[in-house]
């Protein structure tokens, strides 16, 4: 059996009570200092409204909320490390975030974090490793075991079958621990949703219709990332208006659900998700959501649904074949919203993969998620620079540097010198200065004879910030002072 505590904390949540005004926001470019001055994006808080019944305050405190938790959830999993058992978010406005652990000595820490701490048997290592031998012992037909994830809540991996004897008896002759599994009955059976902005049609051959999944750049070549199964390597596509967009570059289905499309000069990309309704929402970066938290999905055929992030790593069995790592969510889609776009705020997220349900009487959509695409085929994200909503100063990262700049002057950090990054992955920095001053902030990477600048951030205030994803190698980051003396904070995060 599973030994669990939960352990709460007063502190946690004074953020139930937050007033809109009296919140802080994130550092970035001419932002002013309070949440009031942080708009949502385009349709997100009626979109809230309609599909988690909240009243529009409600779902204003939830998004603030998310953002706020994203960084101590982050935090705490790489303290964590093998002990961490899985992170969660509970409550109608994301208020509280749990964190689990499989050593009550790190309830402390947790609690001094500002999360509730619960003790469990298994670590998220342990269940992913169960996870990989429950998908070995399953054969690849749908009603057997088609969808398997694991849950941190319940500290176990789940199984949703049509068949679950049979299910159940297969797991065991593979001896795997069953007080780790659990098997429902289940009617769920996802199909692939068959049948350049995030959420556009585009269409290969004659007939099949897919959506587009978000912007990307391969050196100087644009193009966008989309479901494997929308098309093979070397098809062609043309866009919503018919008119020819580009070609495949590669896919992959099943095994996973990924592709790119590489575009030709008529077509630009943007850094925007269509939200069904006339407007756009900004991609700024693809910070991964922790569960619980909100996510919203941008397709051709029932264009902007949200919902919220309910599993990672799943494992489902289409008609094609098996595909893993997925992300479960209870958003909403239809044929031919495939490809399209997941996002949290501003976060890409991932591409729709398949589910099962509709839009009118409800449903669970399966995402593959954006950045395993980005460094299979070392692709960049297209993005773009606003303010998001946060905790208003560069506290809560993994490294943490402080130092002065007199106007003019120059600092590199870390320390003067570099950070390797082993794997590819994001890279976040955030500054933090004075107000009245001007300071920049660049990421640099090692090209072989000498430093390069792979992203920037140069708004006319001093806090800045930088989202990229980048492959392995060596960085730094140099912070300008433009104009003004001020003290200043430099966080960031590696992969």
Known sequence: MSRRHAVATGCVLAIIALTLTGVPVAAGPRAPATASAWKPPSGMLEAFQRDLGLTRRQAQARLLNEARMLPVATQLRRRLADRFGGSWLVGAISQTLVVATTDEADIPHIIAAGARAEVVTRSMAELLLIKEKVDGALPAKPRVGGVRYVDAKRNKVVVLSAQP?????LIKDANVDMD????????????PLHDVQGGDAYYVGVASRC???????????????????CGKTGDATSGFNRVPQGVFQAAVFPGSDYAWVAVNHNWVPKPAV???????VSVVGSKVAVEGASVCRSGSTTDWHCGVILQRDTSIIYPQGAVSGLTRTNVCAEPGDSGGSFISVDQAQGVASGGSGDCTSGGVTYFQ?????????DLTLVTDTITSPSTGTCTGYPKIYVGNLESGQVAYRPSTSYYRATVAGQHHGCLDGDDGVDLDLYLEKWKGAGWGTVAVSDSAGPDEQISYTGMPGFYRYRVVSVSGSSPYTLGFTTP
């Open 211 to 229: 959506s587009v999944g978000f912007s990307v750049m391969r050196g100087i070549q644009a193009g966008f990332v989309s479901a494997g199964h």
């Open 274 to 280: 269509s939200n069904g309704i006339g407007g756009t």
């Open 180 to 191: 780790a599994v659990s098997v429902v009955s289940s009617t769920e059976q996802p199909q």
């Open 165 to 169: 004897t049979v299910a159940e008896n």
């Open 369 to 377: 998620p954006i950045n395993e695409i980005l460094t299979a085929y």
